[in-house]
Each structure stands twice: as structure tokens, then as C-alpha cells.
């Protein structure tokens, strides 16, 4: 009586968490612009300057700059990428002006140190004293001063250059800032009080560590700035991403349903339990597909319903086990036993070599072949807890209960049992 209470309270809460957040979890999943429409631009950069080298970080940054623009345009969560040593992916969903936003995008990052010199009162910093080219490559670094203040050092490459400017802005006191902009947006404005006759330049303020890298970080981008190249561009219209949407969601649902009703229509009680547990899979898949933020796209949903493959699967491979254990005259707790144990390791294995799969596509993979091996893997994962443990467990609770008593419950006849 307390195995089936057991078994009861299980399936309950289960259903009740299940049925209460459904709604919730669907409704957060992050449609990819397949989906949702958008476009796709793989971009190959190369450095403005002749002679440059296009570095890892400077790619990074590059990077970390363009989801900055797409961000200021007001599009929902860009997703940026750099690929080998020279290309950056954007993806931009659910964008109505395609044409502004790329514009944008593909503008070289411009850093200028900026004063007021001859600028009107309302004017601000208008005059642009140095720009990027006047720095050298990665020339920024960060020095601590004492054990909580931060300072960030640039070298130029003309001294006399920087000596002139520093001499004129000094002469501007109270308006004697050097402002550092990258864009049009403001990163610093420390003041200038005498000529600086050196090819360093130092700022100096409250820093923290973090600040104070992303300055220098900041600083060596606009220094060096990338000419961004179109080589790759999809586009796809909100209302096509829409329809693909729909239609694949109704083809895995009624796959889905199909599958079910097999499951339980041919392996009876596993059937239902197992069908049960599917579900229960598929509501922990979208919750850690939430969790990891992720983004849902086509090859993502073809993963997600692989993984149910898979799933039912390890529920089928467990079931005819116990139903051979009890054609060969063993009783229905001990064909339960025994079927559960033999069938584990092949289980296993399956998992294992798709997991091995999975991997190679995720570390060789870019773009949606890796959001592809993500998803499987992390169904892999699900559906070894829910598909082995969990509905072992509750297979276990239901027979160990007494109420099944038939053998016939299992899918399997009378006669097909063997005597020993």
C-alpha cells in the first residue's frame, strides 16, 4: 500500500509541475531567426591600417563592439560569434529595418580623443585631436598604482604630436579634458594640466580592475580598427519563420502522439508509464533549453525530437526485456529485475556512442551544427534520468504494490509463457 501511494504521490506531483508550468516555459524559449525571421551575416575582418595583423583579441573586441550596435538599435539579444581567426557571425532576430541595422553594423569601430578646443559652450568635445592611427598597435595596458587604484597607460607614435596637443588643452583650464570616445559614445575625460612631452599617455582615475582592462581592451580595438567584409548573408522573412514554426511544431506533435499511443497501445502498462515519463522528458528538455539560454532553431528542433527518439528507445529496449524475462517463466517482479539490469548496459552503450557523436559535432561544429550537438547532448542527459531511473523507479513502486497481477498487463499472452 505505501509503494502505490508512493507511486500515486509521484505521478501527481509530477503531472501537477508539469501541467502548471508548461505555459511559462514554452512561452521563454528564444526563437533563432529561422524561426522568428531576421538575417545571418558571417563577416571576415581585416585590419584598416596597412601592415596590420587582425589578432584574437582584437577580434573579440571587434566582436563584443558590433553586439554593442545591435544592441543600441533596439533589436531583441543579437547573438555574435567569432569564428577561426578572422570571422564573426551575427545573428539578429526579429529586425524590421534589415538595411539600417547592417549599415551600422559594418562601420568600422573609430577611437578619437576629443577636446573643446574652439568648440562652442553647447558644443562639447567637437574637436578631434587624435585619432586611432595615432596609437600604436595593442599599446594599451593596464598598471595598478596601489592595491585598489588602476591606471591605463597608451603609447603613441609621435611624442611631438601628443606634446603639441597636451600643450594647447593644458592652456584651456577648467576645459582642460582629453576626452576618449569610441564611436560617438564617451569612455573617459581626464583632465590635462601640463604638456605632456612623451609618447605615453596615462589615465588616471577610480578604476577597478575590471574597468579599467575594459578601457585598455576598448582602447587597443579603436587603435586598431577591423574592416568588416560581407562573405556569408541569409535573411529570413518574420512571416516564413512563422510558418516553419507552426509546421514543425504540428509534425513533432503529432509524431510525438503517434508515438505514445503505440507505446502504450503495444507494451500496455511499461507503455504508459513510459509514455509518462516521455513527457516528463520533454518538459525538463525545454527547462534546461531556458536555463542554458539557448536559442531554438530548425536543426535544434530536429535534435529535440531525436532525443524523443531516443527516449522511447530506451523505453522499448527495457520493456521487451521484461516481457522475454516473462515468456520464459519468470514471475513479474523477477522479469522486472532481471529485465531492467540486462537492458541497462545496452542502454548505455546507445547513449554513449551518440554522446561520442554529439561531441565531435559541438568542438568541429560552428553555427547551428553546434547548437544541433548542444541540444542532443543535453537530451542524452535528460533522457538517462528520466527515461532509465525515473521510469525504472516507478515501474518498480507499481509491480512491488501487488496490484499487478497479470502478465497480460505487459503485452504478454498466456501462452507465449514458457514453463521451466
Not at 611631438?160 to 570616445?181: H, W
Request: contains cysteine.
Amino acid at each position: 500500500m505505501n509503494r502505490l501511494l508512493a507511486f500515486i504521490l509521484i505521478v501527481v506531483l509530477s503531472a501537477g509541475v508539469v501541467a502548471g508550468t508548461s505555459s511559462w516555459i514554452f512561452n521563454d524559449v528564444k526563437l533563432g531567426l529561422d524561426l522568428k525571421g531576421g538575417f545571418e551575416i558571417l563577416y571576415e575582418a581585416q585590419p584598416i591600417e596597412p601592415g596590420g595583423t587582425v589578432t584574437k583579441d582584437s577580434l573579440v573586441e571587434t566582436a563584443k563592439s558590433l553586439e554593442a550596435r545591435a544592441n543600441a538599435t533596439g533589436v531583441t539579444e543579437p547573438e555574435v560569434t567569432t569564428e577561426g581567426s578572422n570571422r564573426i557571425r551575427v545573428k539578429i532576430a526579429g529586425v524590421t529595418d534589415e538595411t539600417k541595422v547592417r549599415d551600422i553594423l559594418k562601420k568600422p569601430a573609430e577611437l578619437t580623443f576629443r577636446s573643446a578646443r574652439g568648440c562652442a559652450a553647447d558644443k562639447g568635445y567637437c574637436k578631434v585631436e587624435l585619432r586611432g592611427s595615432d596609437f600604436k598597435q595593442n599599446g594599451a595596458s593596464v598598471n595598478q598604482t596601489n592595491l585598489n587604484a588602476y591606471e591605463i597607460a597608451i603609447k603613441l607614435k609621435s611624442a611631438k604630436q601628443f606634446a603639441e596637443v597636451t600643450r594647447e588643452i593644458a592652456k584651456l583650464s577648467p576645459n582642460n579634458q582629453l576626452a576618449i570616445y569610441l564611436d560617438e559614445t564617451q569612455l573617459s575625460a581626464p583632465n590635462v594640466s601640463s604638456e605632456i612631452n612623451s609618447n605615453e599617455a596615462v589615465i588616471t582615475g577610480n578604476f577597478t580592475r575590471d574597468e579599467a582592462t575594459d578601457l585598455k581592451n576598448t582602447i587597443n580595438l579603436g587603435a586598431l580598427p577591423l574592416k568588416l567584409t560581407e562573405k556569408y548573408t541569409q535573411s529570413v522573412g518574420a512571416t516564413l519563420g512563422k510558418l516553419s514554426l507552426q509546421e514543425t511544431v504540428w509534425a513533432g506533435v503529432i509524431g510525438t502522439i503517434l508515438i505514445l499511443l503505440f507505446m502504450m497501445a503495444f507494451y500496455r502498462l511499461p507503455g504508459i508509464i513510459a509514455s509518462f515519463c516521455i513527457i516528463v522528458y520533454i518538459w525538463l528538455l525545454l527547462l534546461g533549453f531556458n536555463l542554458i539560454d539557448a536559442t531554438l532553431t530548425l536543426p535544434g528542433i530536429a535534435a529535440f525530437i531525436l532525443g524523443i527518439g531516443m527516449a522511447v528507445d530506451a523505453n522499448i529496449i527495457m520493456a521487451e526485456r521484461i516481457k522475454e524475462e516473462m515468456r520464459s517463466g519468470k514471475s513479474i517482479l523477477s522479469s522486472q529485475k532481471a529485465g531492467s539490469k540486462h537492458s541497462f548496459r545496452t542502454i548505455i552503450d546507445a547513449h554513449v556512442t551518440t554522446t561520442i557523436a554529439a561531441l565531435v559535432l559541438f568542438f568541429i561544429g560552428v553555427g547551428s551544427v553546434k547548437g544541433f550537438a548542444v541540444i542532443l547532448l543535453l537530451s542524452i542527459i535528460i533522457s538517462v534520468l528520466t527515461n532509465v531511473f525515473f521510469s525504472r523507479l516507478l515501474l518498480t513502486l507499481i509491480i512491488r504494490s501487488g496490484i499487478v497481477k497479470k502478465k497480460s498487463y505487459f503485452g504478454v499472452k498466456e501462452s507465449e509463457v514458457r514453463a521451466l
